[in-house]
């Protein structure tokens, strides 16, 4: 299951390093680090509300197979659909001459989903032994 589950994973790291690219690309343009600041915490902690907000939805199940919670993460089309819009805004539009509040949001919104999937993925086990999900292989 490895060769599915890596190259998505690797995805979405790669997604949370652009991320983080946007995010000093608006310390630099913004000159004002507490700002950039509060975006980074209102980013991750999106992430975890997102990452929360997907296990939700199993929470009710006694069964699992063993690989089911990173697959709806990593495989989420909210998330894959929401992200590459705002990566292709990032990529293709000039937002650092333009517009600050519009980079902030990006910033954001890029983060949440980047941080929430790879908080779900990584806490997935955890939350199907916390829950007494079964797992089937």
């Not at 199940?61 to 697959?71: D, G, R, S, T």
């Not at 650092?96 to 990584?122: E, H, K, R, W, Y």
Request: proline share 1%; aromatic share 14%; hydrophobic share 55%.
């Amino acid at each position: 299951m490895g060769l599915v589950i890596a190259p998505l994973m690797l995805m979405w790291v790669v997604a949370f390093g652009l991320s983080l690219r946007v995010g000093y690309v608006l310390g630099e343009t913004s000159g004002f680090f507490p700002f950039a600041l509060l975006c980074l915490l209102a980013g991750v902690s999106g992430g975890w509300l997102h990452s929360r907000l997907v296990m939700a939805r199993r929470k009710a199940e006694k069964k699992l197979w063993a690989f089911q919670l990173m697959i709806d993460f990593t495989l989420n089309k909210f998330a894959l659909s929401g992200y590459t819009i705002l990566a292709g805004i990032y990529l293709f539009t000039d937002l650092t001459a333009t517009d600050g509040n519009l980079l902030s949001l990006i910033f954001i919104g890029t983060l949440v989903l980047s941080s929430g999937t790879l908080i779900g993925v990584f806490t997935s086990n955890a939350f199907m032994d916390r829950h007494n999900i079964e797992r089937t292989y």
